[in-house]
C-alpha cells in the first residue's frame, strides 16, 4: 500500500483470483468494525468520491474500498462475463480479499451489484459478517431494470458517457459493455439470490431512492421476507445512487446502524 495524498490513509493494489485489484483504506480506530465497500455495477473506487472517507468520519470505523476486475484501475476484463459472475464475486474473491487484508467479520456495504455480492457473501459464509448494509440491492431480474440497461447501452453509443466513463476506468468499452451485456443476455433473466437471502443471519439495512430507474421496491419486500428484522431507508427524489445524490440521510442512518453494531456478533 502507498500514501495518497488525496486524504486517505493507504492506496496500493492486491492480487486476488489471479487478478490484480485496486483498493483504498481509510484507517479509523482499530476495536471498530472495519466497513468493506462493494461497488455498483459501472462503479470503482474513485466513483465512491468522498463517502468512503466520509463514512470513515462519521463511524470512527476503518473502511475499505476496491475495484473488483475488469473495474477502475484494476487489471482490465479480457472475457465475456458469465451469468454466474456475481457468485464467484461472493463465492470466491471476497472471501481472498478479507483473508488476505487480515479482516475479520465485517460490515459489508453494497451498492447495486455490489450489494448482490454482499448478500452472496453473507448467505454463503453466515458466521464471517458482522452486518449488511444494501443499496439498491437486486435479488432478481426485473423488467425495469432490464429496460434501463438497455436505455443505457444506446446512452453509451449517442453520448459522452465513454468520455465520463474513462475518467474512472483503464478501458472503458470492456467495462462497459462486460456489465450490459450480461444483463441483457436472455441467459441472465433467470438469475436469482433470494435462497442467499434466506441463509443471512446478520443484521442489514437496505437503502433505496423512491425514484431508482434499475429497481423497485419488490428487491426489498423479498430480502425482507427471507431476514427477519431488516431495517428500511427509502430515501424520496433520488434514484439508483441515494449515497451520492442525497448523502447526508444515507450517512446519518448508515452512522446509527453501524453503532448499533460493535458489540458481540451475533443474529439481530
Not at 203 to 216: F, R, S
Request: hydrophobic share 40%.
Amino acid at each position: 500500500m502507498r500514501e495518497n495524498l488525496a486524504g486517505s490513509s493507504a492506496v496500493g493494489d492486491v492480487v486476488i483470483d489471479g487478478k490484480r485489484l485496486e483498493i483504498v483504506r481509510y484507517d479509523g480506530d482499530p476495536p471498530r468494525p472495519t466497513i468493506v465497500m462493494l461497488h455498483e455495477g459501472l462503479g470503482s473506487v474513485s466513483l465512491w468520491r468522498d463517502f468512503p472517507q466520509r463514512i470513515c468520519e462519521r463511524t470512527g470505523c476503518t473502511v475499505i474500498a476496491y475495484s473488483r476486475y475488469g473495474y477502475g484501475r484494476s487489471d482490465v476484463l479480457r472475457e465475456k462475463r458469465e451469468p454466474d459472475y456475481m457468485h464467484r464475486e461472493g463465492e470466491v474473491v471476497l472471501p481472498q480479499l478479507l483473508e488476505q487484508l487480515g479482516v475479520e467479520c465485517p460490515i459489508l456495504f453494497g451498492h447495486s451489484d455490489g450489494a448482490s455480492i454482499a448478500l452472496i457473501f453473507a448467505g454463503t459464509h453466515s458466521d464471517a459478517v458482522r452486518a449488511l448494509v444494501l443499496e439498491a440491492p437486486h435479488v432478481f431480474v426485473e423488467e425495469i431494470s432490464v429496460r434501463s440497461i438497455a436505455a443505457a447501452k444506446n446512452a453509451y453509443a449517442t453520448t459522452d458517457l465513454p468520455a465520463k466513463l474513462a475518467r474512472h476506468h483503464t478501458d472503458a468499452g470492456a467495462t462497459f459493455y462486460g456489465w450490459n451485456d450480461i444483463w441483457l443476455d436472455p441467459r441472465f433473466r433467470d438469475w436469482n439470490i433470494e435462497s442467499y437471502a434466506a441463509r443471512v443471519r446478520c443484521p442489514v439495512l437496505l437503502i433505496q431512492g423512491d425514484a431508482d430507474e434499475y429497481g423497485t421496491t419488490a428487491q426489498l419486500d423479498a430480502i425482507e421476507a427471507a431476514v427477519p428484522g431488516a431495517q428500511r431507508l427509502m430515501v424520496p427524489g433520488v434514484g439508483h445512487s441515494p449515497h451520492r445524490d442525497a448523502p447526508e440521510p444515507v450517512i446519518e442512518r448508515v452512522a446509527s446502524f453501524v453503532r448499533d453494531r460493535e458489540g458481540p456478533v451475533g443474529p439481530p
